[in-house]
């Protein structure tokens, strides 16, 4: 089963960028979609972006589309999140997560499983 770890959280102030990880081991990333997802205190869990084996996005929000980006590096086993133009809405624990054993990201969220711990990023001024 896959093991999933999040790295790189910190405080950022609005309007600047920041790139988290998600570490992958217990098989190997290249089989696998990974999604990005967040929870801010209060809210619901939010899938943010997926990426598939062939590399291709799927957007989940509507409100990261254009600032959020996502990219895998197999040979390192890490799926990355870059931000950037951040607010403070963005304000989140924010998590991984594979629909593990399935390739391509799918549409429904309930799929994902495999969750990493989480990562904090806090946007303020």
């Known amino acids: 089963q896959l093991q999933l770890v999040e790295s790189g959280g910190g405080l950022v102030q609005p309007g600047g960028s920041l790139r988290i990880s998600c570490t992958v081991s217990g098989g190997r990333l290249d089989y696998y979609a990974i999604g990005w997802f967040r929870q801010a205190p209060g809210k619901e869990r939010e899938g943010l972006l997926c990426?598939?084996?062939?590399?291709?996005?799927?957007d989940y929000a509507e409100s990261v589309k254009d600032r959020f980006s996502i990219s895998r590096d197999n040979a390192n086993k890490k799926v990355d999140l870059q931000m950037n133009s951040l607010k403070s809405e963005d304000t989140a624990v924010y998590y991984c997560a594979s629909p593990y054993p399935r390739s391509q990201c799918p549409e429904s969220l309930a799929y994902f499983r495999s969750w990493g711990q989480g990562t904090q990023v806090t946007v303020y001024s």
């Open positions: 990426i598939s084996y062939r590399d291709e996005r799927t």
